[in-house]
């Protein structure tokens, strides 16, 4: 069994920024995907970062402006997210993906003002 709880979400100004972290607990494998994901306002859920090994992947919309990062060590993982806009508002959830399933927390809202 895998425990993935978020923290770090609030309310922000555009322009400002948050960081995400992510903790994990379990049978965490040293081989796995830790990744963010987003669901905005009625709209799908995205993904927003995934990290393999020290290779990190950005949808588009968010290249420049955030930077996942993870502590193996720890079982964390983070979400530097900076020059918030609006449209980034939404439910962020933690995912992890390794041999035997996948794994979600329950989100953390983040509301960024115009």
């Known amino acids: 069994q895998v425990h993935v709880v978020e923290s770090g979400g609030g309310l922000v100004q555009a322009g400002g920024s948050l960081r995400l972290s992510c903790q994990t607990s379990g049978n965490i494998f040293s081989v796995n995907v830790m990744g963010w994901y987003r669901r905005a306002p009625g709209k799908q859920r995205e993904m927003v970062a995934t990290?393999?090994?020290?290779?990190?992947t950005y949808v588009d919309s968010v290249k420049g402006r955030f930077s996942i990062s993870r502590d193996n060590a720890k079982n964390t993982l983070d979400l530097q997210m900076n020059s918030l806009k609006p449209e980034d508002t939404g439910t962020y959830y933690c995912?992890?993906?390794?041999?035997?399933?996948?794994?979600w927390g329950k989100g953390t809202q983040v509301t960024v003002s115009s």
């Open positions: 995912n992890v993906i390794q041999r035997g399933g996948t794994y």
């Open positions: 990290i393999a090994s020290n290779r990190a």
